[in-house]
């Protein structure tokens, strides 16, 4: 039941958040962005102008890259700053289910319809993992429930919908650590490892793969202490080790495996280039003069990243096309941008408190996860990015806010009334629980006047960051 309420719920957020996007794109202006805006491939067909209308809005800002990777490959130099899966997943939906639209609509529309289906399955996928994990890990269904249903109105909504990798590394992030709580460790690999192939920070989740077995090996070793046989406890004991040994040394190799793969496929691409600009569209070369983009050329010397001791082209992209790196956003023009991730921040320090405080161990590696993850957002990256950074790679936010909601709001803490045995005194109740409406998240909404002031205060971040998202980014109007 509880799984069929989070899919009907996070179903509904989709078609409202497609909906209300095509609303307040036609009706705000564009802003004159200075974003990448390559040139269109083809002439539009019969479709394209309706399908621009109603989906034109999940194209902006980043997206315009993934579109365009997606339709063209990679050529300039800061393409290589989206990893490869997100853009192959869309292509394959445009040729293949999308196909038989191809008479009424190019590649580009068929690839905007790619991003609008595809995003509402990945973020579907990402609820009931989400829904799973938190059921495993928190051995809470309240509290899984709960925190399912706010990730639904997640802050980072827009980049969920839009062209952007978030649902697919959400689905993957979250899928892949429930497989591996539930001791799947070589498919949790797998899934991991394919989260590295849609986002950089996928690295990270190295560290559960090396902590959890780890857990586990600890665990086998403390159950053998009763054992007196020396010789068996010690085959035993160079058994846990090597296998903890092998699955921590092959697991770091297959997570790190695709974005190492990718990281040489740029290397080789730039640094000993096979391409000629006669190969390449007019068009896109004097896009490429005229913004000062980087095209590979085989008549032109290497870029000076090539003869690093280390030529990591994701490491370069980042410092030079976006400027991150340690304290470089610690400028007083940022301040609003660090307004904007106060919340995500503020949550993810409640969480680290809280854990702090209360030491639940169930959740240490996450908090601990999400910690480092705010950590490097705030000091190293663009801190406005923060919010969906967190929203799509932890689950600790919503589950935070989960634990607040039940925490202290009186609406969640109403006592069922209790059930009896049959012939039982109606002195001695057999059961009284607390009482959890279907769906929690609606029946406060549909209460807000009686609302606890903690419950206003997150409800109301996720629904208004929900809802800016959709009418500031799809116009091309800076977010987060």
């Known amino acids: 039941m509880d799984v069929k309420t989070v899919l009907q719920f996070a179903a509904t957020t989709r078609g409202l958040s497609l909906l209300i996007q095509a609303l307040l794109n036609a ?199 009763k054992d007196n046989n020396r010789h068996n406890k010690c085959l035993q004991y160079t058994w846990i080790v090597a296998r903890l040994l092998f699955t921590a040394a092959l697991g770091t190799a297959v997570i790190a495996f695709p974005f190492l793969v990718f990281q040489y496929y740029g290397y080789r691409v730039f640094c000993t280039p096979s391409l000629s600009l006669e190969q390449v569209s007019p068009a896109l070369i004097q896009l490429a003069e005229d913004k000062g983009y980087r095209v590979p050329d085989e008549n032109a010397p290497p870029p000076l990243w090539c003869l690093r001791p280390l030529p990591l082209l994701y490491s370069h992209i980042q410092d030079v096309y976006w400027d991150v790196g340690f304290l470089r956003y610690f400028q007083l023009k940022q301040i609003p941008n660090f307004l904007l991730a106060l919340p995500m921040a503020t949550l993810g320090m409640a969480a680290a408190y ?75 109740p057999r059961t009284v629980f607390l009482y959890l409406p279907q769906n929690p998240i609606v029946h406060l909404l549909s209460r807000w006047k009686t609302c606890s002031i903690p419950t206003r205060w997150i409800l109301g971040y996720f629904i208004s960051y929900w809802l800016m998202g959709l009418a500031l980014h799809c116009n091309f109007l800076p977010w987060t």
């Open 27 to 225: 009706a705000i202006p564009d802003h004159e962005a200075d974003a990448f805006t390559p040139p269109r491939a083809e002439e539009p067909r019969l479709l394209d102008p309706a399908v621009q209308w109603f989906l034109g809005g999940l194209s902006h800002w980043d997206a315009e890259h993934f579109l365009f990777i997606a339709e063209r490959g990679y050529l300039y130099e800061h393409n290589y700053a989206f990893f490869p899966l997100f853009p192959v997943i869309l292509r394959g939906l445009a040729e293949t289910i999308l196909q038989p639209l191809s008479g009424c609509l190019t590649l580009r529309g068929r690839l905007l319809l790619a991003v609008a289906l595809g995003n509402s399955a990945l973020f579907l996928l990402s609820v009931v993992a989400l829904y799973g994990l938190g059921r495993v890990v928190l051995q809470d269904r309240r509290l899984a429930l709960v925190s399912s249903l706010l990730y639904c109105l997640t802050p980072a909504n827009v980049f969920m919908t839009a062209g952007y990798s978030e649902s697919l590394f959400a689905a993957l992030t979250f899928g892949g650590l429930f497989l591996l709580e539930r001791g799947y460790t070589f498919r949790a690999c797998l899934a991991l490892s394919i989260a590295t192939a849609a986002r950089a920070n996928g690295l990270v989740n190295v560290g559960f793969l090396l902590y959890l077995p780890l857990q586990q090996a600890l665990s086998k070793i403390w159950g053998l202490r």
């Open 354 to 428: 809280m854990y702090y405080r209360a030491n639940p161990t169930r959740v240490f590696l996450y908090v601990v996860h999400a910690t480092m993850l705010l950590g490097f957002g705030t000091f190293c990256m663009h801190v406005q990015v923060l919010t969906r950074f967190l929203s799509s790679s932890s689950p600790v936010p919503f589950w935070i806010s989960a634990h607040l909601l039940l925490l202290y709001e009186p609406l969640l803490q109403r006592r069922s009334p209790p059930t009896y045995n049959k012939g039982q005194q109606r002195g001695t």
